[in-house]
């Protein structure tokens, strides 16, 4: 790591302070995430959900719900049970719009005023209500008397129809939970538990009067800090932010203006970042299967620049089209993607569908993590299915036993 200036970066009105390699990005990015170095297990998931500022949910369950591997990656086979009551028990946490839906420390409640004032603002979400006040109301009504409640204990979350075919409580809760009057602190049997914001969020953060520049200035410095080293794109994409609302609050962030090589464009730091880059002297890597929807990977340009890794989720993809299968894993070794592996689980065996190597180096660090993960899931045997390489899925299979 080297400090300096260029032409380039001072025509741009920014002052480059210190010059990266890759490698040192890289391993920024890792530490800065939580994959590099001794995890925190005192602070345990919680303590990831603050650091990493979002966890990202999806429906999809293979392994794992994926808002169940991002704790785990970091932390190793901590009970899944100990990470669902880490999220939903107690106010430590809700659920709102950030680079997906996500899972949010209750901390930055504040900090998403400006999206619930731009949500409000719109007058509507995509379905429309036809008596928009009544059906408000009666939801208001519904959970001041009764408490935490379903869409469906409110009186039913769907017409019968297609999939968003939703019915008009449910446009209705949807609606108060985009605009703050309702907020989601928990899940039961992956349903949306609502309650009124004003009994669920701690009186303290209970409040919108950060303005909408004050809201978006700690969102990019909390992406900032989550990612280590990151470009403008980068800094928007954490938090779905544009990337006018990073400019205008850059500047006042404290994230530092650096240049790494092969970055075709300005990047910024955590100065604790820097500093941790300065003083470390090597470090642990985790070796784990990641979720597509980590924060490490989920921006896939990022994840190219960095890891010189494509990935792309197919599930959604029609099978016969599929390169590396419906829910492929990257696999996570001394610091690099050598791989990925699409899982299953039949009965007790860890199935690994399609297993794709990255040469030789990558089979122990593969077998570890899939020997790991059955483990965590209460799998006792794993098998592979396929995989491209037959030399490699023989010392694959071999380092299994």
């Not at 998931?45 to 999809?60: E, K, M, P, Y």
């Not at 719900?65 to 990656?73: D, K, M």
Request: hydrophobic share 40%; proline share 4%.
């Amino acid at each position: 790591m080297t400090t300096g200036t260029t032409t380039a970066a001072a025509s741009k009105g920014r002052t480059a302070e210190a010059r990266l390699s890759a490698e040192e990005a890289r391993r920024m990015a890792l530490r800065a995430q939580g994959l590099l170095g001794a995890p925190d297990r005192r602070a345990g998931v919680r303590g990831v959900l603050r650091h990493l500022g979002a966890v990202q949910l999806d429906t999809i369950s293979v392994l794992a719900r994926s808002h169940e591997l991002v704790p785990y990656a970091r932390l190793g086979a901590v009970g899944r049970t100990a990470v669902e009551s880490a999220y939903w028990t107690g106010d430590h946490a809700f659920e709102y719009w950030s680079h997906a839906a996500c899972i949010l420390p209750v901390e930055e409640w504040p900090h998403f005023a400006f999206r619930r004032r731009a949500m409000k603002a719109r007058g509507h979400r995509w379905h429309v209500m036809q008596d928009s006040e009544r059906s408000c109301a009666a939801v208001r009504d519904r959970l001041r008397a009764d408490g935490p409640l379903t869409a469906t204990e409110l009186g039913g979350a769907k017409n019968g129809g297609e999939w968003y075919d939703w019915s008009e409580t449910k446009i209705a809760v949807e609606w108060l939970l985009d605009t703050g009057e309702v907020v989601c602190t928990r899940r039961r049997g992956w349903k949306r538990v609502y309650d009124l914001a004003e009994r669920a969020v701690p009186d303290a953060l209970l409040h919108d009067d950060i303005d909408d520049a004050e809201c978006t200035r700690r969102l990019v410095t909390q992406a900032g800090a989550a990612m280590g080293v990151a470009t403008r794109a980068d800094l928007a994409d954490y938090h779905r932010l544009k990337g006018e609302q990073v400019d205008a609050v850059i500047a006042d962030t404290g994230l530092v203006p650096v240049e790494v090589a092969g970055w075709s464009k300005p990047a910024w730091a955590d100065p604790a970042a820097l500093a941790a880059e300065s003083s470390a002297k090597g470090g642990r890597h985790r070796t784990t299967l990641l979720s597509p929807f980590d924060s490490l990977i989920w921006d896939r340009p990022r994840t190219e620049r960095i890891f010189g890794f494509t990935h792309r989720l197919e599930a959604y993809v029609p099978k016969p089209k599929r390169v590396h299968g419906y829910f492929a894993m990257p696999l996570l070794a001394g610091g690099r993607l050598l791989g990925r592996v699409d899982p299953a689980r039949e009965g007790t065996t860890l199935v690994a569908r399609q297993v794709s190597l990255d040469g030789p180096k990558a089979v122990a660090p593969l077998a570890r993590a899939l020997r790991e993960a059955a483990e965590w899931v209460g799998c006792d045997t794993v098998r592979i299915d396929r995989c491209d390489d037959a030399k490699l899925a023989a010392a694959l299979v071999t380092a299994l036993d």
